[in-house]
C-alpha cells in the first residue's frame, strides 16, 4: 500500500508543474555580469568600436559555450549578427541575452520552423540601474505549421534584452530561428 501510494504522489507531482512560460531571472545574472565588464553607459560609443572592445567577452563566451545545444545557461545574441538556430525538448528552457543595445527600437524575429511545441516567450529588458522589466510575451502554439513572430521593442537604447523560451509540451520539439536587428 505505501508503494502505491508513494507511486501516486510521483505521478500526481509530475503532471501538476506550472505551464507558464519561463521568466528572465536566468537571463538577468548574465546581464548584470555584462554591465559589469561593459562599464558605464555611454551612448556617444559606436557600435563598431564596442564590438571591438566586447570581442573578448564574445570569444570567451563562445569558447566556452559554442552557443550550442551543451550550452549551460543563456546564450549571446549579438543585435545585426544574423540568426541563432536551435531546438527545445519537452519542458527545457533557452535564454538569450544581448549586449546594451545602440538603438532605441530594435526588432526581434522568432521563427517556429518546425516541431509541434507549445511554447511561451518572455521578453524583458535591464538597465544599467540593474532594473529588469518584462517588455512582451507570447506563446507559440502547438501545432506544426511554422510561425514567424516579429517583436518591435521601443525604448530599449542603453539596455539589454532578454529573451527567454520555454517549452510548454512534455514530448514536442521546438526549433526556431532568431534574430536582433
Request: hydrophobic residues 35%; proline residues 3%; glycine residues 8%.
Amino acid at each position: 500500500m505505501k508503494k502505491v501510494i508513494l507511486l501516486f504522489s510521483i505521478v500526481l507531482f509530475a503532471f501538476t508543474f506550472t505551464a507558464e512560460a519561463q521568466n528572465c531571472n536566468q537571463g538577468a545574472k548574465l546581464a548584470k555580469k555584462t554591465w559589469q565588464k561593459f562599464g558605464p553607459w555611454k551612448p556617444d560609443i559606436s557600435l563598431i568600436p564596442f564590438k571591438q572592445s566586447t570581442k573578448k567577452i564574445k570569444n570567451a563566451w563562445n569558447w566556452i559555450a559554442s552557443n550550442g545545444g551543451a550550452n549551460i545557461g543563456p546564450r549571446y545574441l549579438e543585435i545585426d549578427g544574423g540568426n541563432e538556430n536551435g531546438s527545445i525538448t519537452g519542458q527545457t528552457k533557452r535564454t538569450f541575452v544581448t549586449h546594451p543595445s545602440f538603438n532605441n527600437n530594435v526588432k526581434l524575429t522568432i521563427n517556429k520552423y518546425d516541431g509541434r511545441a507549445k511554447t511561451g516567450v518572455v521578453i524583458c529588458v535591464q538597465g544599467k540601474d540593474g532594473v529588469t522589466t518584462q517588455k512582451t510575451s507570447y506563446i507559440f502554439p502547438n501545432d506544426r505549421n511554422g510561425k514567424v513572430k516579429t517583436f518591435n521593442l521601443r525604448n530599449v537604447k542603453g539596455k539589454i534584452i532578454i529573451v527567454a523560451m520555454k517549452n510548454l509540451s512534455v514530448g514536442n520539439k521546438f526549433k526556431y530561428r532568431i534574430k536582433a536587428e
